[in-house]
């Protein structure tokens, strides 16, 4: 709720009789006023999504998943950029009731199924666009919760009871300008957002091993990559990261394509100094993904 909003709300509150004012609940009353001060900073996640299988199957990778949620505050509202949603600008979602998207094929009936019917957060996106100026963000009234984002938040948050908004990735932009936009929403960690990227580090569709895909082994290349990846990440070394493009052989098979790969970058330019780093779910699947997902803050 907008500051606009909540005054036009509380006016009648205040001008009505006493006997009205008891009658109003404490609790709805918190609800309003706690998105105008500032929060506990939340952390922020990078989650290494993986196969959409993931949504509806247990594993070791779904219990990581539910860990950090317990590991974490409650937050307000979520805002999720994920490896699914690539658009030409910026843009983010803004109704206030997000479908489910089911954005793949050739996966059992049970998955396209799943529904998660989590509110949006008109609010959130609007203040999203106004901390923005190195680009015009639009307000999406048509995308929804993508499976870059709902696979992975219905483990964390299965009631649903939380607000989520996604914001896109421009496909023509550099990975230091995605960085550098994502510093511009640093304020809302203060507001009771948690801030999700959702995608995986070592993201090569071409070269999986099918025949092994529920085998958690990687590939001598990808391994390689991923460890360079978390001593870079480890030792707050973004410049390295953000510059993947030049760090050779192993890099470029580990990210042959950027999507899957930028939503780390969105997660870790939010990085406060001396912000405790954790890494989990860090293993390597059907040669050539790595679930490596890590959280950011307390």
Same mark, same amino acid.
């Given at each position: 709720m907008d500051r606009k909003t909540f005054i036009k709300t509380l006016v009648p509150l205040l001008t009505a009789g006493p006997l009205t004012l008891a009658a109003m609940k404490l609790q709805e009353l918190n609800k309003m006023t706690a998105p105008l001060g500032k929060t506990q900073k939340m952390p922020v996640l990078f989650l290494g999504h993986g196969s959409p299988m993931n949504a509806i199957e247990e594993n070791e990778f779904v219990t990581g998943f539910r860990n950090v949620a317990k590991d974490i505050p409650k937050p307000q509202a979520i805002l999720c950029v994920s490896a699914h949603w690539?658009? +030409? =600008?910026?843009?983010?979602?803004?109704?206030q009731n997000p479908p489910t998207i089911h954005d793949f094929g050739g996966f059992p009936r049970e998955l396209f199924e799943v529904q998660y019917p989590a509110p949006g957060s008109p609010d959130l996106a609007k203040e999203t666009k106004?901390?923005?100026?190195?680009?015009?963000? #639009?307000?999406?009234? +048509?995308? #929804? $919760?993508? /499976?870059? @984002?709902?696979?992975v938040i219905k483990h964390l948050y299965p009631n649903a009871d939380i607000p989520v908004i996604q914001m896109s990735i421009d496909y023509r932009q550099t990975p230091l300008y995605h960085?550098?936009?994502?510093?511009?929403?640093?304020?809302?960690?203060?507001?009771?957002? $948690?801030?999700?990227?959702?995608?995986?580090?070592? /993201?090569? !569709?071409?070269?999986?091993?099918?025949?092994? !895909?529920?085998?958690? %082994?990687? %590939?001598?290349? @990808? &391994?390689? @990559?991923?460890?360079? &990846? +978390?001593?870079?990440?480890?030792? =707050?070394? /973004?410049?390295?990261?953000?510059? %993947?493009?030049?760090?050779?052989? @192993? %890099?470029?098979?580990?990210?042959?394509?950027?999507?899957h790969y930028l939503p780390l970058l969105y997660a870790l330019a939010l990085q406060e100094k001396n912000e405790e780093i954790k890494l989990f779910n860090d293993k390597a699947v059907a040669g050539s993904l790595t679930m490596t997902s890590v959280k950011i803050g307390e």
């Open positions: 690539e658009t +030409k =600008g910026t843009f983010v979602t803004a109704m106004s901390l923005i100026s190195k680009t015009k963000v #639009g307000l999406d009234d +048509k995308w #929804g $919760l993508d /499976h870059g @984002a709902w696979s960085y550098e936009l994502a510093r511009e929403i640093k304020s809302l960690r203060e507001k009771g957002v $948690l801030v999700i990227g959702s995608g995986n580090m070592v /993201h090569n !569709l071409r070269m999986v091993d099918w025949r092994r !895909l529920n085998e958690t %082994f990687g %590939f001598d290349w @990808a &391994m390689e @990559a991923n460890e360079r &990846m +978390k001593s870079y990440i480890l030792d =707050g070394n /973004h410049r390295e990261l953000v510059n %993947f493009r030049s760090q050779g052989k @192993a %890099f470029d098979l580990a990210i042959p394509t950027p999507e």
